[in-house]
């Protein structure tokens, strides 16, 4: 079964690789920061792969991998100590429905209708779930990170009471 997955996936995880470092350098990403980006990329072809073959929905497909991806990205920028976009957007580059788009554009100037509805619905439910994976987990980490920050304003405030004595 795995050797089967690898034979129908190989090459579209070998060549998300390649393009996610060729927009790590066309966007002129640091170079001790393209590997982590490349990973990334990796990472959520991998995932992708593994849910299309677990027959998960269009949304699906494209949610959880988004989301672990964000996840990735935002722990990689603590650890590294750089902005979580940075490994984001080559992470999900790989995942964006760029030949949907062409298709569902080619349908419209074709004057094939119907053809262009199926398109643009598919198009439109995979930049949903990318999107929705990208803020539910983004906006987690901002909680966290924030009530944190909330804390020790309150805590040097109370602190600043008890230092006056009031």
Same mark, same amino acid.
């Given at each position: 079964?795995?050797?089967?997955?690898?034979?129908?996936?190989?090459?579209?995880?070998?060549?998300?690789? #390649?393009?996610?470092?060729?927009?790590?350098?066309?966007?002129?990403?640091?170079?001790?920061?393209?590997?982590?980006?490349?990973?990334?990329?990796?990472?959520?072809?991998?995932?992708?792969?593994?849910?299309?073959?677990?027959? &998960?929905? &269009?949304?699906?497909?494209? &949610?959880?991998?988004?989301? &672990?991806?964000?996840?990735?990205?935002?722990?990689?920028?603590?650890? /590294?100590?750089?902005?979580?976009?940075? !490994?984001?957007?080559?992470?999900?580059?790989?995942? /964006?429905?760029?030949?949907?788009?062409?298709?569902?554009?080619?349908?419209?100037? $074709?004057?094939?209708?119907? $053809?262009?509805? /199926? !398109?643009?619905?598919?198009?439109?439910?995979?930049?949903?779930?990318?999107?929705?994976?990208?803020?539910?987990?983004?906006?987690? !980490?901002?909680?966290?990170?924030?009530?944190?920050?909330?804390?020790?304003?309150?805590? $040097?405030?109370?602190?600043? #009471?008890?230092?006056?004595?009031?």
């Amino acid at each position: 079964m795995i050797g089967t997955f690898w034979e129908k996936y190989f090459v579209m995880i070998l060549t998300s690789a #390649i393009g996610t470092i060729g927009y790590c350098l066309n966007v002129n990403i640091k170079r001790n920061k393209i590997i982590y980006g490349c990973i990334g990329g990796v990472l959520s072809t991998f995932l992708y792969c593994v849910f299309v073959e677990a027959g &998960l929905s &269009l949304l699906m497909q494209n &949610l959880i991998p988004a989301a &672990l991806v964000t996840f990735y990205a935002e722990v990689l920028a603590r650890i /590294v100590k750089a902005p979580a976009t940075v !490994f984001l957007i080559p992470s999900i580059i790989p995942l /964006v429905p760029g030949g949907r788009l062409y298709y569902t554009m080619r349908a419209i100037v $074709d004057g094939e209708g119907a $053809d262009a509805k /199926v !398109f643009a619905m598919e198009t439109i439910v995979i930049a949903l779930g990318i999107a929705v994976g990208i803020v539910v987990v983004s906006l987690v !980490f901002y909680h966290i990170s924030h009530k944190r920050v909330q804390f020790k304003v309150r805590f $040097d405030q109370v602190k600043k #009471i008890e230092e006056n004595g009031e």
